[in-house]
């Protein structure tokens, strides 16, 4: 069954604009885990805007016991590894050989972003991206590279040694909101099937919600993992964490062969 990673961003967002500790990022992930989900998901960024080096620090730790990996909830760390290390921020690459995520996420996005918004263009970025994808895979980390659901070149992702691809889904939950989203969910498919072609595995992330989540597992072929942060602490909200996460993992059952 598809593993639901949550993002846990928006709970140092919160935290971050009045300062102090609350919302606790560690509490949330703990709530989040004690309601059944398989990953927890942090995206750290030079600026620090939201979830900081410490906050990672303080996941690995919970996410670990004596050294060994959680056996039930995957650590993901995901983010720029070209970005440089700024202040305490030591660099993606660096944070991960000090925590040992299962599984890092590479992500293109720039300092200037709100928010990630677009995949790897693989062929520019395949000779740097090559060395930083053998040294996560000696620190036995899983390596999934970020990728539109429109590239051509998802195959090439298997020749770097990346494990997996994440699909933005950003377009096609845009597309949803709309309606008329068949061709939006047609690129998924069809980049779900050139990864698996490709010996990749296929992860999927961004503006996934409750509701354009179904539609996507039950079309999309053997989506291994969904990433879902804002949606989903959006919807918390209203909700509560816990009961939001139980839906969630409610409507991923549900799409179940």
Do not use: W
Not at 3 to 11: A, E, G, H
Not at 43 to 63: N, T, Y
Not at 76 to 85: L, Q
């Amino acid at each position: 069954m598809t593993v639901l990673s949550i993002n846990v961003n928006k709970i140092a967002v919160l935290r971050n604009s009045r300062g102090g500790a609350l919302p606790s990022v560690l509490a949330a992930a703990k709530t989040c885990m004690a309601a059944g989900c398989g990953g927890i998901t942090v995206h750290p960024r030079p600026d620090q805007r939201h979830i900081r080096p410490d906050d990672v620090r303080d996941l690995a730790g919970l996410l670990l016991d004596q050294g060994k990996r959680h056996v039930d909830v995957e650590f993901n760390i995901e983010g720029n590894p070209f970005a440089p290390s700024r202040g305490s921020y030591p660099g993606l690459i660096e944070l991960c050989a000090e925590t040992r995520p299962a599984q890092a996420t590479l992500v293109p996005d720039a300092d200037g972003q709100i928010t990630s918004d677009h995949g790897f263009n693989l062929q520019k970025d395949a000779a740097r991206l090559a060395p930083l994808i053998r040294r996560l895979k000696d620190l036995k980390c899983r390596v999934s590279l970020f990728m539109d659901a429109d590239a051509s070149d998802i195959a090439l992702a298997a020749e770097l040694g990346a494990d997996r691809i994440e699909i933005y889904t950003g377009p096609y939950a845009d597309a949803y909101a709309t309606g008329n989203y068949q061709r939006a969910l047609d690129d998924c498919i069809r980049a779900a099937e050139q990864a698996h072609s490709a010996g990749l595995g296929v992860n999927a992330g961004h503006d996934l919600s409750q509701e354009n989540l179904g539609a996507f597992l039950k079309a999309v072929p053997d989506v291994a993992e969904v990433s879902i942060g804002h949606a989903l602490i959006s919807e918390a909200i209203y909700d509560g964490l816990a009961n939001t996460v139980r839906n969630y993992l409610a409507v991923i059952a549900g799409c179940k062969a």
